[in-house]
């Protein structure tokens, strides 16, 4: 199993794009819409649980794990970006925003800092009111979800590795199925905690586990399965793109379609097949690079321009996703760049 994907990136970029799209509520031909552009995010959780999964599995074979380094390299990865998107918003939220709203933005700014924030939209909103176009950091709450389980899975796996090695996979079987049976529950009765909470995200991230588990244990698969699940998987994620609605139950049983899309393409997609050069191209794979900072730029930017009433325009939505582009790459290569090298910047 290859440390580095292309296809991974390139799957990122569409995750990235369609919430992107989402949020900017951009028509396309014929008034095509990505009414379901946001389960972007739920295509994050599955990467997220495969990628950090694997690199804990990997050093823990090989003895190297430790948490106190794992947090290090998460605190490089995530806090840099984060840091500078807080800051700015904080700047253009104190010029632009009425009081109101302005103490609204410092207690999400305040939570988002404790990765609680999603504790704090749930309590607060729903996620597809109209208002929260004004919310710069709203899209936060994805990253405290995750955080929050970067908490406890290494907990978990350390403790299982050594206690009860062979119950490990049965185990996240079992997490995964009360968390999705959960979330269905929740999101049936319309509760914004479903969508919000780890409890009912768990599961999203524990599909990406087991791919792990299954890629670890058994990585030959025939071409043709791999070229046909792979492009089944992103089938998948494409169709729950153009038709999953804001009413429908998720995250439930109908979001399996973009999770099991997902992890369809983790498991059989690699660099021998045809498909994965489809979804490794150069484009795809630059915006995958950049889409954490596409991610976490492009909520403040909407926000404040919906505030002076600036977005009202294809070719304005236009100008803002290139901008988008521009600033990310920027950001992606002087500031997220230079801090994962600890030559640059020490553990201190």
Known sequence: MNYYRKD??????????SVIFFHLKIDFLSGLKLNGGFIGVDVFFVIS??????????????KKFSIKNFYNRRARRILPIFILVGFISSTFSFYLFLPGDLLEFSNSLISSIFFSSNFFFWQNT??????????????????????????LFPIFILIGLRYFKRLITPLLLILLILSLVLADIESSDGSAGSFFLLPTRAWE???????????KNNDYFPRIIRESLSLMGLTFIILS????????????????????????????SNENIL?????GNRFLVFNGLISYSLYMWHQPIISFLSYTGEINSLLNKIYIIFFLIIISFLSWKYIEVPARNKTIISNK
């Not at 991974?8 to 794009?17: F, H, K, M, P, T």
């Open 8 to 17: 991974i990136d390139g799957l990122r970029a569409i995750a990235v794009y």
């Open 49 to 62: 649980g495969f990628l950090i999964s694997s690199i804990i599995l990997r050093e823990v074979e090989k």
């Open 126 to 151: 729903g996620y597809f009111f109209a208002e929260n176009q004004l919310k710069p950091l709203i899209h936060t709450w994805s990253l405290s979800v995750e955080e929050q389980f970067y908490i």
């Open 205 to 215: 991230l524990i599909a990406g586990i087991l791919c792990t588990i299954i890629l």
């Open 241 to 268: 793109i153009l038709f999953f609605e804001e009413e429908m139950s998720h995250p439930g049983f109908i979001t399996l379609f973009p999770v099991i899309g997902t992890m369809l393409i983790i498991i059989f």
């Open 275 to 279: 498909f994965y050069k489809l979804l």
